[in-house]
């Protein structure tokens, strides 16, 4: 059952989603599990789209496995899941808000990006979803390196004069 989060239900779930939000195989993208993006910024942004949009638990049985978060652009037609993190029951979670999005916005597309570890991906292939996209995510660690005689003389900025 998905129900429309509260002020309560927001404050009292935000931990566990987060938890849930660290494991590739059970969130949708951003992903929190890169090392990069910290607790904070989860809160933050989760902050931000409880006050600017819809977030929705999810509960089987009167439990709540975790949340889902999207937002909509109504002039591209457009739905893209910032957060769907969900512990268990996860099919079951799709097929719940698949249904609600596709009665509330008719002829829109919605986008769901996850890591290939994610355990809907089957349900999502066997549900009219198309793999758009195959992408790698690099990190550069850059760390304090032993200083090299660097000629800043040779480094210029550019302008349009230069095209």
């Known amino acids: 059952m998905i129900v429309l989060a509260n002020d309560k239900t927001f404050k009292e ?3 566990f989603v987060y938890t849930i939000s660290l494991d590739k195989k059970t969130s949708c993208y951003p992903s929190y599990s ?9 809160i933050q942004s989760s902050l931000i789209d409880f ?4 977030i929705y638990l999810y509960y089987y049985l009167e439990t709540c496995y975790g ?13 893209q899941a910032t957060c769907f993190s969900i512990k268990e029951h996860y ?26 570890e994610n ?15 195959e992408s790698f995510s ?7 390196k032993e200083e090299k005689n660097v000629n800043l003389n040779k480094v210029r900025r550019l302008s349009l004069k230069d095209a």
């Open 13 to 15: 779930y935000l931990d």
């Open 34 to 42: 890169d090392g990069i993006k910290t607790k904070e910024d989860f």
């Open 51 to 54: 006050k600017n949009h819809q």
């Open 67 to 79: 949340w889902i978060d999207y937002f909509v652009i109504e002039e591209d037609k457009y739905i």
């Open 91 to 116: 099919n079951e979670a799709l097929e719940e808000f698949i249904n609600l999005i596709t009665h509330q916005y008719k002829g829109y597309e919605f986008y769901f990006g996850c890591s290939k």
């Open 119 to 133: 355990i809907g991906i089957p349900y999502l292939l066997n549900h009219g979803f198309r793999k758009i996209e």
């Open 138 to 144: 690099y990190r550069l660690p850059v760390e304090k």
